[in-house]
């Protein structure tokens, strides 16, 4: 999951040129032939609609785009070599080539609407990772002050064990926790340990709204079969972005170790492990950056 950078100039460009083209109307006819095609059946394509706003959903359905694109770009070429085949042999049907024709302008403004969603979700992407990191529990940073508090120089130590498990869910490397890194992973896993089970149970229900781990255990989503077949392609073609089904890169040699990794990062799904480590990478990022400030 990369934070990503707001729309640029192009882009901004590129979204007020998609408009003058007729993109949004392009997408109300689209989604009116699905409304006919599943009349009284109560169904929708899933690629077709983003389930809800947060940053989950919009992680999947940026999948979902790069999987319609793709579609529409190998039907594309199949139609311009029809028509640059049919041009060069001069074989002409009236109405096999207006067919071609209507079917290459309707595969250029699919890919133009997937691409104008994109950009729009690039920048509600942006505004909800921002949103959650501010919800993130506080106590966490608070606790990160205590753990390292009389050894700062662990802290640094610890942030090179999680920067080697992000690096691994992003297949940049494969990670390897040895018994070295058991001292590691324990105090990591005391910064997010929940507050006492003391606290009465308005406050303790209040804290777990905002809880790091309690949010990446809240995280479901079946896995459909369009959504492997996303996931296969970004894979392919080395698209940036969490890929649900991807094996999991982090290997454990002994078992205080795997004990200690499944606290840390407790799902049973690369995606939700991913997102925990980086919403940790996060927090001990910025607890380094306040320990350099300090010793400069």
Known sequence: ??????????????LQLYHLLGVQQ???????????????????NENYHLSNFDLI???????????????????LIFTVLYLILSIT???????????????????????????ATYLKLKEQRLKCYKKFLRRIDSSTKEKIKRVYARKPQELQDDYEVLARMKNAFEHH??????????????????????????????????????????KCNSISGPYT?????????????????????????????????????????????????YFACVLLHEIFTQAVDKVRHNET
């Not at 392009?26 to 929708?44: D, P, S, T, V, Y």
């Not at 992680?59 to 770009?73: K, M, P, Q, S």
């Not at 296969?232 to 073609?237: F, I, N």
Request: charged share 25%; glycine share 4%; net charge positive.
């Open 1 to 14: 999951m990369q934070l990503g950078k707001e729309l640029n100039f192009i882009n901004n460009f590129e």
């Open 26 to 44: 392009f997408r109300k006819a689209i989604l009116w032939l699905e409304k006919i095609k599943h009349h009284g059946m109560n169904r929708r």
């Open 57 to 75: 959903s919009l992680e999947r359905y940026t999948g979902f785009l790069v999987y319609n694109a793709f579609l529409h770009c190998i039907s």
């Open 89 to 115: 042999i001069n074989l002409h049907n009236v109405v096999v080539d207006v067919i071609i024709i209507v079917l290459t302008i309707i595969n250029v403004y699919c890919i133009i609407l997937q691409r």
């Open 173 to 214: 490397s494969d990670c390897v926790l040895t018994a070295a890194d058991s001292e590691n992973l324990k105090r990591i896993c005391q910064c997010i340990e929940p507050k006492s089970k003391k606290k009465p149970a308005f406050q303790a229900k209040e804290n777990s709204e905002v809880s790091l781990i309690g």
């Open 225 to 273: 079969k369009l959504q492997m077949r996303t996931d296969w392609l970004q894979r392919k073609l080395g698209l940036p972005g969490v890929k649900m089904l991807d094996r999991t890169v982090i290997i454990t040699e002994d078992a205080e170790c795997e004990a200690l990794y499944k606290k840390l990062v407790p799902e049973d799904t690369t995606y939700n492990m």
